[in-house]
Nanobody
Framework: QVQLVESGGGLVQAGGSLRLSCVGS????????MGWYRQAPGKQRELVAA???????HYLDSVKGRFTISRDNAKRTMYLQMNSLKPEDTAVYYC????????????????????WGQGTQVTVSA
């Protein structure tokens, strides 16, 4: 099973940008869908963005138009470009493998994906 490691977080002022990276310990070519979750203090973890192998994407309503998910299989890396950041984007961001049902357009974290990684902290100051 490919292990994923997140990086790229940091402290940024509102309106700024960050690009998160999620690097696989091995090839990610066979991973049909991947996604980014986030968890803010005192809140549940939520799906921020997901990308299926066919290019289908899903975004949390509050990040649509500001965040872009992408992947580079040759670099074994998935990205989350975050622009126009807001204080409410402050959270720990995690990447994971996912399943995608094209018929129902539903993304789910891969069953048996294991423990979450350490994530990467994103802090947006007002």
């Amino acid at each position: 099973q490919v292990q994923l490691v997140e990086s790229g977080g940091g402290l940024v002022q509102a309106g700024g940008s960050l690009r998160l990276s999620c690097v696989g310990s091995g090839s990610i070519v066979s991973i049909r869908a991947m996604g980014w979750y986030r968890q803010a203090p005192g809140k549940q973890r939520e799906l921020v963005a997901a990308l299926a192998y066919g290019g289908q994407t899903h975004y949390l309503d509050s990040v649509k138009g500001r965040f872009t998910i992408s992947r580079d299989n040759a670099k074994r890396t998935m990205y989350l470009q975050m622009n126009s950041l807001k204080p409410e984007d402050t959270a720990v961001y995690y990447c994971t493998t996912m399943t995608y049902s094209s018929g129902s357009n539903i993304y789910m974290r891969t069953p048996g994906a294991g423990s979450w990684g350490q994530g990467t902290q994103v802090t947006v100051s007002a």
